[in-house]
């Protein structure tokens, strides 16, 4: 019943309970506040590690119910509140416990829930699918912080004054790259529900055509495939120099379908965004991604021909002006 407001602030505020705060009162003498405090975190110590983690196996609970097809607003409150834990916990060292051992089950439940694959995703609808990928960009992003601020201080009104003291390692740091090993593993299924155009729910809970202001889209991208999207540009970013590693997982045929994408949705900002990254990357980290793109998939052919037959002016002309004076600037200056 954690989803319920009440007894959701409850049992946050009671995993991140800080024992120090007691030296805070002023009803009390030094000594025994100093053993208030040792009593309270050994009491906190006991219940996180024997109870939460072990007894009721708190984390994973918590995951199979973001990730239930019994309720939409439940799960969504169930994976909202995992969020806000993650945020909470990861200047709390002793909260440490709760988490150790789940790093990959994270990345498997949400991945799986995103893709709609298992006995975790085949049940979820359009919309509890979205909420799973968006879930995993939010932990993905809390987790790569090596430091992080600390609630406790940050909602302080003398919190300026602090500002060393306001960052404290992050617990989640350290299984980080684990988290994004993992990740690769799913990069080929990740690539095909972005050009996949078999399953009517890869697409949207509406397959039919889209009208907008500056024409209609017979075919909408949809939001599913723009968390894909985000997620795999995301655990490329996040490998930094080892990103080659990540572009080799790709197929080669996602390079010939995702042009063929960003021609067929030329002003959809989000989507064109992630392309430029896709290929500025490719470019510089793996050169066979740029010569697949611009020998099989026509790259260049397709963008000048676009540029030149549209007289009226989409987002993705500014995109191949910046891809074309990326490659050519890539080829040519020597830095």
Known sequence: NIHHGNLNSFVMDLICFDPECIQLRDDLMYHEKTKLVQQCMRYKLTLLRDVFAQQWQFVPNILKRACSAHSDDISTKYAVFFVDLVARCA???????????HANVVIDTFIHGLLGQGAVGEKLNFWQRIRCGQSLVEYLDLASRPSIIDPSIAVSPFAYLQTQNAYKENIFYGTFKQCLSR??????????????????????????EIRFSYGAIPKPLGRLKLNAMELLTVTIDFHEMQCAVVLEAIPMTFWDKIVDLALRHHNNNMFLCHFRRLVHLGMIFRRRILRRLCEHAKLVEKMVDFFESHTQRTELHGYILQMLHDIYQHDTVQH
């Open 183 to 208: 990740l690769i593993e799913y990069v080929p299924q990740l690539c095909q529900l972005i050009v996949d155009d078999d399953g009517v729910e890869n697409v949207s809970p509406m397959n039919r």
């Open 91 to 101: 200047s709390i060292e002793n909260t440490k416990c709760l988490f150790e051992g």
